[in-house]
């Protein structure tokens, strides 16, 4: 009976160690016909086993890496620190990728160095814990980035000067306006021409705002409105001391198609208050604000505590070219115009921006 108990355990034995090399071998079979290079090191960072595409991306025979330590295909600048991010892997294994957020290197056996990115997967053997890593070579993709990334800079600096040639023709345009009004005794011309003059020189800021900052895609309103209102009141001839000026347009990024007749419909506003909301050295406050709502929309808000609009006066049907040219533009803007004629007289713009 126990002959045959015997028995019975050495047929189960040998099943479980034929069960376990085919395993193994199955293993094997994987490792070495993955698609990309697969090297398995021990605790110690001994290689224990490469695949063909290993052998391949490295320039080394199978005979030469197994065995060796894994440093050998390690760049000598990154040698010192290889054991200790192996001690810690191996002290909290896990599937991840390696040095997340970094750029790793590898190198041939020809000396040079080139760019990877490793998998690092914990494998269960009979000799214990060890780690087996994936390694891509992206070299190509790295080359492709460099290139994609050169284009863009080759682009910004193209935009920058583009919009720098823009400001100045339109700073010409204006200073050939300037020497035109002082040819003229007519007030009421030389009027007409200082309002072209202050809607060009706002065209003018949008684009030196964006020649100023990073992103040639959006314009910083809040730089924007702070030049451009004060400089509209130091052209009208606003005593800054009887009339406060208040601008703001916090975190709100305007692409250039938007900022554009948005920094115009602010022009004609503004200057319609100061022209006309306190006469008689009437003192008072304007104030300009600009906020992004929920979703996609954006609130522009002109304001001012002076004499208010007639009631008598028609703003869809009135003669005064700025306003016109705000109804103009709120419908370019694909936006909603909305006024309240007193107690404060209000503009309110409601307008959809794309994120």
Excluded: W
Excluded at 163 to 179: E, G
Excluded at 209 to 230: C, E, H, I, M, N
């Amino acid at each position: 009976m126990s002959g045959r108990r015997r028995a019975s355990g050495a047929l189960h034995h040998d099943a479980v160690a034929q069960a376990l090399r085919k395993s193994d071998e199955r293993f094997r079979q994987v490792v070495e016909f993955a698609p990309n290079a697969m090297v398995m090191v021990n605790a110690d960072g001994q290689i224990e086993m490469v695949n063909a595409q290993a052998e391949q991306m490295f320039g080394y025979g199978r005979a030469e890496l197994v065995g060796r330590s894994m440093e050998l295909l390690v760049p000598h600048h990154f040698r010192g620190h290889h054991p200790a991010m192996r001690a810690s892997f191996f002290s909290a294994p896990s599937s991840r990728p390696m040095g997340a957020g970094r750029d790793l290197f590898a190198l041939r056996r020809d000396g040079t160095e080139f760019p990877v990115e490793i998998g690092l997967n914990p494998i269960e053997t009979a000799d214990g814990l060890m780690v087996l890593s994936s390694i891509i070579d992206i070299s190509d993709r790295k080359q492709k980035e460099e290139k994609i990334q050169a284009a863009l800079k080759e682009k910004d600096i193209l935009l920058g000067e583009i919009h720098h040639r823009v400001k100045n023709n339109l700073q010409i345009i204006y200073s050939l306006l300037d020497m035109q009004a002082a040819r003229i005794d007519d007030d009421e011309l030389v009027t007409m021409l200082r309002d072209s003059q202050n809607r060009i020189r706002s065209m003018a800021l949008i684009h030196q705002t964006l020649y100023q900052s990073k992103d040639f895609a959006r314009v910083d309103f809040g730089s924007f409105l702070d030049v451009l209102v004060p400089t509209l009141a130091s052209s009208y001839g606003a005593n800054v001391g009887q009339i406060r000026l208040l601008a703001a347009a916090e975190d709100v990024l305007l692409p250039l198609s938007t900022a554009i007749p948005c920094g115009l419909v602010v022009n004609e506003l503004v200057t319609n208050a100061l022209k006309h909301a306190f006469p008689g050295n009437r003192r008072g406050e304007i104030s300009v604000k600009l906020v992004r709502e929920m979703g996609n929309q954006v609130v522009l808000s002109v304001s001012d505590d002076g004499v208010g609009i007639p009631q008598q006066l028609d703003i869809e049907q009135t003669d005064s070219l700025g306003l016109q040219l705000v109804t103009l533009l709120a419908e370019q803007l694909g936006g909603r115009l909305s006024v309240q004629r007193a107690n404060p007289t209000r503009f309110l713009l409601r307008f959809p921006v794309q994120k």
